[in-house]
Every structure is written in structure tokens, then in C-alpha cells.
């Protein structure tokens, strides 16, 4: 298998422009697509509903994102005095996290959702204005930290009906040109140390996100339901994983990305470690040097109403220099 750079992009369509291209404007958060004001955006951050909420937000963005003070009141709308005084109240520092002894579970790759926050991406940021943390994970490499990959899942779904969901604003959608926001939803957070997420659309359509972290890579799943009475055509899911959380893995370029189908992989800039990422069934892989990210997008469907889409997808990382074994060997390991 060769090392050399194979871009292979989809039809030129407007999901295209979401992330990869973004060849066109991007859409301001206080404007409506038409020019006309529109009603101000909710708050993009999310404050915890009750002590134990915030103890496992607190934990999440200090001990894994290591996160600063001005990042945490970003994520949860608390000023600057209420999280250093629900640090101490928790003792929850940057030097404290416990060791992976204390849960058996970090056998696994640990995966968390996304606190927001933060901007998970280097550049491209007008292409992604208020992202969403709802479809969004965290997944930690097995080396030193904090070094994170954040996955978007879906990052968006695109059908004849037009483009039905985005995890952030930049293009109109479906829903934006009726003046409609979706509703704001959280992780289901699973003992097993799993994520799973389900979101019903106005107009019936529901998808699922399932998100199972192992040894060796972490397995996503996604399905979406058409619950309306029409058939959709040209339905498709796009996934990204964002690289900017990755030090060594963040540069804005190229150069260091295998993209061969289905499998699209970044090397550090030492050499010796890698990302990779792919998606059952992949229609097209693709990198993004501006955010910089990766791309591994399962194919195109129809689908009847009624009728249940899936798509499985991989995560992992490698230290070594023999890629191709990599390949080889993922091949037989990613869905068994």
C-alpha cells in the first residue's frame, strides 16, 4: 500500500463546504441566513444542574482537558470565583487525577464527551462558530497528556431534503431556515465507560450514536431511522476527527496524512506515532489542513420511511513506523 497522498473528494455538493472546502461565507451567530436579525443565539455553555453534575464536569475538563479557569467558566457559564471555589470544594487540581489503577475501566482508551469551552480545532474557526458539544467526543491517546482526538459523530447529515444537521453554525440548515433550534442534549455515560446519544428531529428522523471505547481502538456506531413518509435520497453522514487536542499532530498541513481508502491516518511530527481513523463501507477519505482533521465518510444511502441506515466506524493509535502493517492488521481486528 502506498504512503503517497491519495485525496479522494465527494461530488461537489454543499455538504462538501462544511468542513473540507469552505468555500463559501460563513454564517454570523447573530444574523439569519436571509440578512434579517435574528433571535440571539442560546448561550453555548451548559451549567451543571446539581453538585454531582459539576463534580464529574469539573473532573472531566481539569483532570483530562486540563483545562484553565477562563476555559471552565466558558464551558459552564460560572464566573471565575465559583469554579475556584468548587475546585477546592471537590479538591480537583491538574495534579491530582488519579492514576489508571484506580479504575479497572482505563484498561480501555478513555473517552469522554467534549466540555466545550474550548475550541477543538487549531484554524478553520469561521467554518465552525459555536460548535456543539453534543456530537462531540474526546478520545485520550495512550501516551502523554493531555493529547486528545476530538471526534465529531456526526459532524453532519445531509439528504434531498437539504442539510439536516450541523455540529456548528456556519451554513444554513433544514432547520435554520425555518427558524427552528434543535434541542440541546447530553452523552449518556455508560458504566462501561461508553457514550451513546440519540436525537429525534422535528420532522421525525432520529439517529443514534454509540460509542465503545477497547484495548486497542475505540468502535463508533451510528444508525438513523427515516420516520417521515418520504423516501430520502442522497443521505449522508459526515464524521470528522479533529486533531488540534493531538500535540505533534496539529499542524496545518498535509504532509503528514495517508488518506487510502478507508483508512485516513496522521503522523506525528516525530514520526514514530499515528492517528487513524475509517469508516465501514468509505465513500471517500479526505484531510483537512486548515483545522487540521480527518475524514473517512461512510457511503451514501437511500432510505425508505421506516427504514434503519447504519455505519460502523474506528478510531485507534500506533506507535511504530510500519503503517501499512497497521493497515493490514486493523483490517481484521476494527468490526470483528
Request: hydrophobic share 35%; aromatic share 8%.
Amino acid at each position: 500500500m502506498s504512503q503517497s497522498l491519495s485525496l479522494l473528494v465527494s461530488p461537489p455538493i454543499l455538504l462538501a463546504l462544511l468542513c473540507c472546502t469552505a468555500t463559501v461565507g460563513h454564517v454570523r451567530a447573530d444574523e439569519a441566513p436571509s440578512g434579517q436579525p435574528a433571535k440571539p443565539p442560546t448561550a453555548n455553555h451548559r451549567r451543571p444542574a446539581n453538585d454531582d453534575e459539576l463534580r464529574y464536569w469539573l473532573q472531566n475538563m481539569v483532570w483530562y482537558h486540563q483545562f484553565t479557569v477562563d476555559e471552565v467558566t466558558a464551558a459552564t457559564g460560572m464566573d471565575a470565583a465559583e469554579v475556584r471555589s468548587a475546585l477546592a470544594r471537590f479538591d480537583i487540581r491538574s495534579d491530582n487525577r488519579p492514576g489508571p489503577d484506580a479504575d479497572p475501566e482505563q484498561e480501555k482508551i478513555l473517552v469522554l464527551p467534549y466540555p466545550g469551552g474550548r475550541h477543538p480545532r487549531v484554524g478553520h474557526r469561521l467554518a465552525a462558530i459555536r460548535p456543539q458539544r453534543e456530537s462531540k467526543i474526546s478520545i485520550f491517546a495512550p501516551w502523554e497528556q493531555p493529547s486528545y482526538v476530538v471526534v465529531d459523530v456526526p459532524e453532519a447529515i445531509e439528504a434531498d431534503l437539504g442539510l439536516l444537521f450541523l455540529a456548528h453554525t456556519h451554513v444554513p440548515t433544514y432547520w435554520t431556515e425555518q427558524n427552528i433550534e434543535l434541542e440541546r442534549l447530553e452523552w449518556n455515560r455508560r458504566a462501561d465507560g461508553g457514550l451513546d446519544i440519540q436525537r429525534r428531529l422535528p420532522n421525525g428522523i432520529s439517529f443514534t450514536t454509540r460509542v465503545d471505547p477497547l484495548r486497542e481502538g475505540v468502535r463508533m456506531s451510528f444508525a438513523l431511522t427515516n420516520g417521515t413518509d418520504q423516501k430520502l435520497t442522497r443521505l449522508r453522514m459526515v464524521p470528522c476527527a479533529i486533531l488540534g487536542g493531538a500535540p505533534g499532530f496539529e499542524q496545518q498541513t498535509n504532509d503528514n496524512k495517508i488518506l487510502e481508502k478507508p483508512f485516513a491516518a496522521c503522523r506525528s511530527v516525530a514520526g514514530d506515532r499515528w492517528i487513524i481513523t475509517s469508516w465501514e463501507g468509505c465513500r471517500a477519505v479526505v484531510g483537512n489542513s486548515k483545522c487540521p482533521c480527518l475524514h473517512s465518510d461512510p457511503p451514501m444511502w437511500e432510505c425508505e420511511p421506516g427504514q434503519t441506515v447504519t455505519a460502523r466506524g474506528w478510531l485507534s493509535f500506533y506507535e511504530g513506523t510500519d503503517i501499512d502493517a497497521e493497515f493490514r492488521r486493523l483490517d481484521a481486528v476494527m468490526y470483528r
